[in-house]
């Protein structure tokens, strides 16, 4: 069974520019959540989305934004990228129809705001 | 007060002996509880989960749960060094819109041979 896909892996971005972060769940899982990861402040929860429903959101401003297709996949956008942008944003998918924290990740995308 | 706390460590251990985490939290409606492992330069993987009170053991671990207290904590017997890692607490709120996952920093443990 194939694993949660992120991509790309790795990117590297200047201020002011938008970047859009793409993510496969696990097949058969319908919720999946985001994830900023720093070295200062740990794992930070961005949102939340079940069948195209986001169903639960973090406190990051708006220029953090993101969406669930049909088909469960998702994508998160960060748009006017600011220096302290840079981290490892992670995509983690769950089974079920409740959200649980059982949470299966993928491998991150990285991203480098200069 | 944090939501949830972990000691950052370095937790250094000889190998064989037992390894023990801590993690507090703060919210008082918090049902259910997680053990996560993050090797260096790779992502969190689930290790144990525990929603009632007292122990629940797998293998070489065991989650201890205290509600009351508002702790959780995880035992590792007969550490490896391959159990180095840094181990990450997560409290969750709920289920649907109740839904609030919310992680420690994570607390940094070293086995030594």
């Known amino acids: 069974k194939a694993g949660v896909t992120q991509t790309p892996r790795y990117l590297i971005k200047t201020r002011g520019q938008q970047v859009t972060l793409s993510c496969s769940p696990i097949s058969g899982h319908r919720s999946v959540s985001w994830y900023q990861q720093t070295p200062g402040q740990g794992l930070q929860f961005l949102f939340e989305?079940?069948?195209?429903?986001?169903?639960n959101k973090g406190n990051f401003p708006g220029r953090f934004s993101g969406r669930q297709f049909s088909n469960s996949r998702s994508e998160m956008n960060v748009s006017t990228l600011e220096l302290g942008d840079s981290a490892l944003y992670l995509c983690a998918s769950s089974y079920g129809a409740q959200g649980t924290g059982e949470l299966f990740f993928g491998e991150g995308s990285r991203l480098t705001v200069l | 007060q944090k939501e949830v706390e972990q000691n950052s460590g370095p937790l250094s251990v000889p190998e064989g002996a037992i390894a023990s985490l801590n993690c507090t939290y703060s919210d008082r409606v918090s049902q259910s509880f997680f053990w996560y492992r993050q090797y260096s330069g790779k992502s969190p993987e689930l290790i144990m989960s525990?929603?009632?009170?007292g122990d629940k053991e797998d293998g070489r671990f065991t989650a201890q749960l205290n509600k009351a207290s508002q702790y959780v904590s995880l035992l590792i017997r007969d550490s490896q060094p391959s159990d180095s890692a840094t181990y990450l607490c997560?409290?969750?709120?709920?289920?649907?819109?109740?839904?609030?996952?919310?992680f420690g920093k994570g607390t940094l443990l070293t086995v030594n041979p």
């Open positions: 525990i929603y009632s009170n």
């Open positions: 989305y079940f069948s195209e429903t986001q169903r």
């Open positions: 997560a409290v969750n709120r709920g289920g649907g819109s109740n839904y609030k996952l919310t």
